[in-house]
Antibody
Framework: EVQLVESGGGLVQPGGSLKLSCAAS????????MHWVRQASGKGLEWVGR??????????AYAASVKDRFTISRDDSKNTAYLQMNSPKIEDTAVYYC?????????????WGQGTMVTVSP | DIVMTQSPDSLAVSLGERATINCKSS????????????LAWYQQKPGQPPKLLIY???TRESGVPDRFSGSGSGTDFTLTITSLQAEDVAVYYC??????????FGQGTKLEI
């Protein structure tokens, strides 16, 4: 079964740090680009960033709202992607989803994790 | 960045009737070299992650019922649900993957019975 499982969410203070993990199974992780998408409570979807597969040099890209604060990485030996959140702001409070396109166009997201909640609060 | 704007923000449709949701992009998302529109539609039910319904503006994802269809080209797109079922109550999002990053979503349309 194809699956993405996020972990690491919780309460973090503004200016602190938090690292989210996304464990993948059921597909060839090393051949997949990995994305993070977030959703504040009652709000819409916001793409956070992505890391490409090794064949594309593990290239990263970020939304302007998180650039220079968040970092995406991956460990193909562990089939896991990460989102390092540094200096989070209150407005970063959201459910964070790990996402990947599988046998669909590279920008269409058909595999989603269940999400992990991040609350940024003093 | 390409801005995606959906209309309406919410709508109520009777069971068995047709629901139509519109999505407009701030610039064309039609790639002329392959004549494909880089647009996807998602369905999100409460407490669940989004589910991909359609990509390339009109191609149904595997397992999606054929009452869901997508149309449009360039900057104007439509998601149509024919013969609405109770389980179709959800929020629907469009998303462009033409000019990326960033990948941008519409604000969502809440569909009720």
């Amino acid at each position: 079964e194809v699956q993405l499982v996020e972990s690491g969410g919780g309460l973090v203070q503004p200016g602190g740090s938090l690292k989210l993990s996304c464990a993948a199974s059921g597909f060839t992780f090393s051949d997949s680009d990995m994305h993070w998408v977030r959703q504040a409570s009652g709000k819409g979807l916001e793409w956070v960033g992505r890391i490409t597969k090794k064949a594309n040099n593990y290239a990263t890209a970020y939304a302007a709202s998180v650039k220079d604060r968040f970092t995406i990485s991956r460990d193909d030996s562990k089939n896991t992607a990460y989102l390092q959140m540094n200096s989070p702001k209150i407005e970063d409070t959201a459910v964070y989803y790990c996402v990947t396109p599988l046998i669909v166009p590279a920008g269409a997201f058909n595999i989603w994790g269940q999400g992990t909640m991040v609350t940024v609060s003093p | 960045d390409i801005v995606m704007t959906q209309s309406p923000d919410s709508l109520a449709v009777s069971l068995g009737e047709r629901a139509t949701i519109n999505c407009k992009s701030s610039q064309s998302i039609l790639y002329s070299s392959n004549n494909r529109n880089y647009l996807a539609w998602y369905q999100q039910k409460p407490g669940q992650p989004p589910k991909l319904l359609i990509y390339w503006a009109s191609t149904r994802e595997s397992g999606v019922p054929d009452r869901f269809s997508g149309s449009g080209s360039g900057t104007d797109f439509t998601l149509t649900i024919t013969s609405l079922q109770a389980e179709d109550v959800a929020v629907y999002y469009c998303q462009q993957y033409y000019a990326t990053p960033p990948y941008t979503f519409g604000q969502g349309t809440k569909l009720e019975i």
